[in-house]
């Protein structure tokens, strides 16, 4: 027995999958990027300040992530059965949850923008900043819902290419307009926060626009009219709240742990904060790969979960996990390496914020390569198998069970240094190999999800 495949057919689509799904999320991640690095050259407080706002986005990011994978994990079943009808009313349901998901936290955040900065940061210039932004970033919530369902829904039956080529065009209208806003180039006023906010409103609201077009007019596969949307199949949608309740329950409990997180780096004072700003943005920035291994695990695993070739299942799974500690390591020692060069394009004000953005940096050095193996491993393989109450029910203790009563306590009763909470918020990552070596190994979460027959 290998632990890597010789099939040739499992590395072409596997590393497809990859590549689009990493570089598509790449670019998104960019965008953020552009905005941190635009404005630490506009000021700290500016960067802190949105940071801190973007746990609303990152919270809303999870539930609706999790939303487009419950489309994904049941669709890739049928699309590996090759029966494509079934695959139009989940994506119906999906959009109907993604817009009531987006109404909702639209309203939330316009009755209390300042509410909710003050529950992020007690530092006044930094709240300031973040209910600027967040009285413009708001209107992107609904585009990015219903805009990232569709491009999931593509991705269930492996059109990943349309996904990356909407993103880079994204990246260049939220740069060039960044440019413009922030700093007031090119004629136009400078606006600081509130540029980077409209500049983000124009990049989500182009991603919207063209994941319709490509959707209604360009799609050879799924050849989707909008008129299909408003049509409900009762028992898909059993399923779909079946098994897609708990995808979005983990997500939900897993941003909701992230707000509390930043919550508790809130507290640390300003250099800790924007020594945070930096990391979040770095991170979502170098753990593309780690994602994007699962994702595309996730769509192959459900995609032979369907077929019913468990033969082939068990020979895919070894190598993708092989696979999974490959890109940890090389991720995690590239960060190390780089670490010194990468803070560089940060212009942080103090050497304080500095310092501990470095000591933070190598925290996640090494914490990311049990993020590139258990995420993948709970997140892809497990997960898109059909077994998506484990990932929720394990999120949930290791997040409010462990991660967050250690970094409380070492923040509030043990008055620890900075780079000590923060490994007690990262520990997870690597507490979690534990228990994804041995589920994804056990083979007990494959569960067929499709109907016999497929839904008229």
Known sequence: MHLFTKDKAFYRQFFSLLLFIALQNLVSYSVSLADSIMLSNYSQNALSGVTQANQVQFLLQMIVTSAGEGVVVLASQYWGKGEKKPIVPIT????????????????????????????????????????????????????????????????????VRVGLVIMVMSLFV????????????????????????????????????????????????????????????????????????????????????????????????TDAIAANATVVSLFGMISVFAYGAGNAAGVITGKLVGEGDDRKLREYVRSMQGLFLVIGVVTGAALYLLRYPILEFYHLETKGAHDIALQFTTVLAVTVVGTAYQAPCLGGIVRGGGHTKFVFYNDLIFQWGVVLVLSALAQFVWKLEPVWVFLCLKSDQVLKCAVAVYEVNSYRWIRRLTREPAAE
């Open 174 to 269: 939220n740069i060039g307009l960044n440019y413009c806003l922030i700093f007031g180039k090119l004629g136009f006023a400078q606006m600081g926060t509130t540029g980077a906010a409209i500049a983000t409103l124009a990049a989500r609201a182009f991603e919207f626009v063209a994941s319709c077009v490509y959707l209604f007019l360009m799609d050879k596969k799924l050849r989707i009219r909008p008129k299909q949307l408003f049509r409900f199949d009762r028992a898909l949608n059993h399923d779909y709240a079946k098994y897609a309740t708990p995808v979005m329950l983990a997500g939900a409990s897993w941003g909701v742990a992230m707000f509390v997180q930043t919550a508790i780096i809130g507290r640390m004072g």
């Open 92 to 159: 119906a349901i999906g959009l109907t949850v993604a817009f009531v998901i987006g109404v909702v936290f639209t309203c939330v955040v316009s009755l209390a923008p300042r509410q909710i900065m003050c529950l992020l940061s007690d530092e006044e210039a930094i709240i300031r900043e973040g209910v600027d932004y967040l009285r413009v970033i708001r209107y992107t919530y609904l585009f990015y819902c219903l805009s990232t369902v569709i491009l999931a829904s593509l991705r269930s039956v492996e059109s």
